[in-house]
């Protein structure tokens, strides 16, 4: 019992410090690092707040009838079957709910689905079990693996850390293309709220405009095989100038 409510306060002080990869007993989304992520986060909000109240509505006439219509107070059952002014307000009303609740779910697909006009793009192609990022404008390829266990450095994460990251700047439109050489797997950055299926032989296209410098994590999001577990996603957003220095010492490096 104290090691949970000690893992608890942990994870309530350990937040804001690892606020991009995963954390033990999370109950929460990381912390959003782009509009996009932002704004399925306080859609999120927003459906457990109705989600709540529908719930409690639900458990409170529940309990209202089992005790005022129990057997001993209420022996002779009514035999009515229908009651038109009701069935119309218990259909009208979750229309409404309904209404209110899929014009921002929409408002939020079209911004997933809907790319802005983009300043750069990055290829991701997935493999069993690693990552290829591509910077087709600049011709850059190059595998990301994982860190093996036994390669772990103290800064590193296991299970998440990769030798060669994606790097990208901050506060840019970026189109992601993603697709896969053998089996589907799944880009996925949960910081970023993207997940896109990589698909042989299609290009399925996402984006991000990164507002945070700094170093997240993700994970294959799709079964695809015994190492599936071991291609983690990690991403380096580093500063606009950091980013025209970077392509210029890896332009034209194979491998
Ligand atoms: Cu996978």
């Not at 990055?122 to 404008?137: C, D, F, L, R, S």
């Not at 800064?155 to 901050?170: E, K, N, T």
């Not at 294959?220 to 010492?249: A, N, Q, R, T």
Request: proline content about 7%.
């Amino acid at each position: 019992m104290t090691r949970i409510l000690l893992m608890f306060l942990c994870q309530i002080f350990a937040l804001p410090l690892f606020a991009n990869q995963p954390t033990e007993w999370a109950l929460y989304f990381q912390e959003p690092a782009t509009p996009l992520m932002v704004r399925l986060r306080e859609f999120h909000d927003y459906l457990l707040v109705i989600s709540f109240f529908i719930a409690a509505f639900v458990f409170l006439m529940m309990f209202i009838i089992i005790y005022k219509f129990r057997e001993k107070k209420h022996p002779v059952p009514a035999t009515f079957s229908h009651n038109t002014p009701l069935e119309i307000v218990w259909t009208t009303i979750p229309v409404i709910i309904l209404i209110f609740i899929a014009v921002p779910s929409f408002k939020i697909t079209y911004m997933m689905d809907h790319i802005p006009k983009s300043e750069m793009t990055v290829k991701v192609i997935g493999h069993q079990w690693y990552w290829t990022y591509e910077y087709p404008e600049n011709k850059i390829v190059y595998d990301s693996y994982m860190i093996k266990d036994a390669d772990l450095k103290p800064q590193d994460l296991r299970l998440l850390s990769v030798d060669r990251p994606l790097v990208v700047p901050v506060d840019t439109v970026i189109e992601v293309l993603a697709t896969s050489t053998d089996v589907i797997h799944s880009f996925a950055v949960p910081s970023f709220g993207i997940k896109r299926d990589c698909i042989p032989g299609k290009l399925n296209q996402t984006w991000m405009k990164v507002f945070k410098e700094g170093t997240y994590y993700g994970q294959c999001s799709e079964l695809c095989g015994s190492g599936h577990g071991f291609m983690p996603i990690s991403v380096k957003v580093v500063s606009k100038e950091d980013f025209k220095k970077w392509i210029e010492d890896n332009k034209n490096k194979k491998g």
